[in-house]
Every structure is written in structure tokens, then in C-alpha cells.
């Protein structure tokens, strides 16, 4: 069974540093999301990412956050500049195109720690 | 604005015996309604949508507009049912989903 596919597991970054966190989504898939979870806390909506531009964002996903779709397979997330609070879990997420087809689909998420 | 409650963080249960966990939610339109499950260390998977009207693993949901809500149940709980359990929402019309804090079911042996 397809699955999205996020590396790494687990990044570990000093305060102040970018980062990239990596996905693939399944391949017939359209849609693309970034999600995140606080410790302890719900699972917020970042970004939504259709047709090569962002369709929908979040209050979270300020100008630190950017995301991309460089080579037509993998979606990336990045943080430009890293602080102590997006330590968090984060999920991409993709979903199939059309109505009928309203499931996303999550990766395994990647475990970010900001030290 | 649309907003997902889930009451209970943990809910224990004997092993076969029935569980419900509930899911309230605030939305002014016709959302969509899932729930969502991650068994340990695992990702977050579909668990059913209320479009669907299925049961999956013995679990159903029904989505009740007059009292917003979208209560999981189950007649008779497993073991392997011990998971976290999160109800979320996608409004009309937008891409994005709304989750609920989640609940920790544990089914005692």
C-alpha cells in the first residue's frame, strides 16, 4: 500500500538555524498539507499546497515558514530561522484529487527539536 | 470559526465491554467529519469519515447536526483497540482539517 514518506525522523537544530523537513507524497496525489503537534497538544493545520502555490494557511505559518515542491516528487517545509517553540511533530499530509476522495493520507511524521 | 472537542484525554475500558468516545464540534455550515487513529509509535490513519456511513473494526459514528456531534462507538472493546483517537473536520469548501485534542483510549485485559 502507498504511503507518504518523511526524513528525517528526527532533526535536532540550534535556535536560529534553518531547516528543511522532507516528504514524499503518494504519487498519484494532488493535494499537499503540513501539519504540526506541540507536546501534548492538538494536531494544527500549517499549510495546504495545491497546483504548485499554497491554497490555504494557517496564523502559525508566519514568514519564517516556507514550503515547496522542487522536483515534482518531494514537498518540503522550511524554517528559516528556527525558535525553541517549533519544537513539535510534523506531519505531511497528501490527499487525492476530487470530491469522492476526501481522505489525507499522513506520513510518520518528523520529530523537530530546537535546543 | 470551526472547532473540534474531544471531553475526555483518557478513557479506560475493560476489554469487551462498550466504548464511546465523543466528539463535539463548532461549525456553522455542512462540515465533513472524521475520526482518526494512531496506534503507537505509528502515523495517523483514517479511521472512517461520516460520509462514508461504514464500520470499520467494529467502529461506527454517527453525525448528529442537532447536537454537533460525532460520537465514535464501539459494542465490545479489544485490546488492540488501545490507541489515540482524534475527531477532526474539514469545512465546505476548505482544504484544511481541524483536529480535536485527541483521546487516549486504553482497553484493560
Known amino acids: 500500500e502507498p504511503e507518504v514518506t518523511q526524513t528525517p525522523s528526527h532533526q535536532v537544530t540550534q535556535m536560529g538555524q534553518e531547516v528543511i523537513l522532507r516528504c514524499v507524497p503518494i504519487?498519484?496525489?494532488?493535494?499537499f498539507y503540513w501539519y504540526r503537534q506541540i507536546l501534548g497538544q492538538k494536531v494544527e493545520f500549517l499549510v495546504s499546497?495545491?497546483?504548485?502555490?499554497?491554497?490555504?494557511k494557517s496564523e502559525i505559518f508566519d514568514d519564517q515558514f516556507s514550503v515547496e515542491r522542487p522536483d515534482g516528487s518531494n514537498f518540503t517545509l522550511k524554517i528559516r530561522s528556527t525558535k525553541l517553540e517549533d519544537s513539535a511533530m510534523y506531519f505531511c499530509?497528501?490527499?487525492?484529487?476530487?470530491?469522492?476522495?476526501?481522505?489525507?493520507?499522513f506520513g510518520q511524521g518528523t520529530r523537530l527539536t530546537v535546543v | 470559526a470551526q472547532r473540534v472537542t474531544q471531553p475526555e484525554k483518557l478513557l479506560s475500558v475493560f476489554k469487551g465491554a462498550p466504548v464511546e468516545l465523543k466528539c463535539n464540534y463548532s461549525y456553522s455550515g455542512s462540515p465533513e467529519l472524521f475520526w482518526y487513529v494512531q496506534y503507537s509509535r505509528q502515523r495517523l490513519q483514517l479511521l472512517l469519515r461520516?460520509?462514508s456511513r461504514e464500520s470499520i473494526k467494529g467502529f461506527t459514528a454517527d453525525l448528529n447536526k442537532g447536537e454537533t456531534s460525532f460520537h465514535l462507538k464501539k459494542p465490545f472493546a479489544q485490546e488492540e483497540d488501545s490507541a489515540m483517537y482524534y475527531c477532526?473536520?474539514?469545512?465546505?469548501?476548505?482544504?484544511?482539517?481541524?483536529f480535536g485534542k485527541g483521546t487516549k483510549l486504553s482497553v484493560i485485559p
Open positions: 499530509a497528501s490527499r487525492h484529487q476530487g470530491r469522492g476522495n476526501t481522505e489525507a493520507f
Open positions: 461520516h460520509i
Open positions: 477532526a473536520l474539514r469545512g465546505a469548501g476548505s482544504y484544511q482539517l481541524t
Open positions: 499546497f495545491y497546483n504548485n502555490e499554497i491554497s490555504e
Open positions: 504519487s498519484n496525489h494532488l493535494y
